[in-house]
């Protein structure tokens, strides 16, 4: 593809971008802002820089597009476009370049105020492989026993690669009560001090592939990650840097433990469906060949027998936590991040009962194995 048409479809994704956060600011702010120009620039420290004055441009650095996810673009972009709005709307703020006026405007654009310089971009910091750094803990409020618990729970996982599926099964429940005992002790401490900063920021990931609209059998996998690994699923709409064309990716929204814990959860579900499919008896796997339908029946039938395994291991109170403690906090966050967040409803009536039962039962045998991410600590990017 010619480098002058990508990034033609680069500049219109944040043209496209600029107009979308622009909707979140107050009705008699928005006339008094101009788009500005939009650089994308081989040469450059930071990820991302807004020059003022006559020029007017907000320049992004070409690699992080290439490296990174878009939700990692978005949050620089916002970022800069927040230096944007505090020089042309508040010229008479005299303040650091990060200055409390800064962080205002970072606030309504659901912004983070720490998305430059040599701090990590958001995909680095949700997906860190242990304790992130000095300078990140800092500016991101990172909870120490919260990076200590990932580690443990890495550790645990990394014990279900045993080829017995009872020892495969009980290291994911003890992990899961692990996950809630923390969830629990936080909430304890939380009512004990309501004027400390506990570190459990949210934050907001997109996962899997792009699609022109999302599936039955992704809804209903979404909905799974929301009623048991304390996160909220949202369908978002994000630029194909392919086509140029709007698309549709899930999102997830939660604290990094919680995240990471359902990111990997998806992607063993993900691979589930590819190999169950081919386990299946011969005329049964020539039925969901070519046949979307019957191959949806199928996985739906498969993440229904994991949502029934997971209720199972679920009775206790204690591991209700993981989903409950944080519920209040996580709404509230949505709010802020999704201020024009819809909900629509859909149903689907015929279905083949035999291919649905035959997934419900490898759903039931379904194992979750080693990591809590890829060895790399990497997401799969929206442009790869």
């Known amino acids: 593809m010619p480098v002058y048409h990508y990034d033609t479809i680069l500049v219109r994704a944040l043209r496209a971008e600029w107009d979308f956060a622009l909707e979140r600011l107050p009705l008699e702010t928005r006339g008094r802002l101009k788009p500005p120009l939009f650089e994308i620039r081989d040469e450059m420290r930071p990820w991302g820089m807004w020059q003022g004055g006559l020029k007017r441009v907000i320049s992004l650095k070409r690699s992080l597009f290439i490296r990174h996810p878009w939700y990692a673009v978005r949050d620089v972009f916002r970022h800069e476009m927040a230096h944007q709005i505090k020089e042309e709307l508040h010229p008479e703020m005299q303040e650091a370049d990060h200055g409390p006026c800064f962080r205002q405007m970072c606030h309504l654009l659901g912004a983070r105020p720490e998305a430059s310089g040599d701090f990590p971009l958001l995909d680095q910091l949700v997906y860190a492989d242990g304790d992130l750094s000095d300078t990140a803990a800092q500016a991101e409020g990172a909870h120490g026993e919260e990076a200590r618990l990932t580690v443990r729970l890495r550790k645990l996982l990394s014990l279900s690669g045993s080829p017995n599926p009872h020892e495969a099964e009980a290291a994911l429940l003890k992990a899961r009560e692990l996950a809630a005992k923390y969830a629990l002790d936080l909430e304890e401490a939380r009512k004990g001090d309501t004027t400390s900063d506990d570190g459990e920021r949210h934050y907001t990931v997109s996962i899997g592939e792009c699609h022109a609209r999302l599936s039955l059998e992704e809804a209903a996998l979404a909905n799974l990650l929301q009623d048991f690994f304390g996160v909220m699923a949202i369908r978002e709409y994000v630029p194909d840097l392919e086509t140029g064309k709007p698309s549709h990716i899930l999102t997830l929204s939660g604290t990094r433990r919680n995240l990471q814990l359902a990111t990997y959860v998806h992607d063993c579900i993900q691979t589930a469906f ?111």
């Open 274 to 384: 590819r190999r169950a499919q081919y386990d299946l008896p011969p005329l049964m796997l020539a039925r969901t060949l070519g046949n979307k339908r019957a191959l949806m029946d199928f996985r739906l039938g498969l993440l229904e027998g994991f949502r029934a395994k997971l209720r199972e291991q679920n009775q206790r109170p204690e591991m209700r936590a993981l989903v409950l403690a944080d519920k209040t906090r996580l709404k509230e966050y949505l709010a802020w991040r999704f201020p024009h967040l819809r909900t629509h409803h859909s149903s689907r009536q015929q279905i083949d009962r035999e291919l649905r039962a035959a997934g419900n039962t490898a759903g039931r045998g379904l194992d979750i194995r080693p990591a809590l991410q890829k060895a790399n600590g990497g997401r799969k990017r929206l442009h790869e």
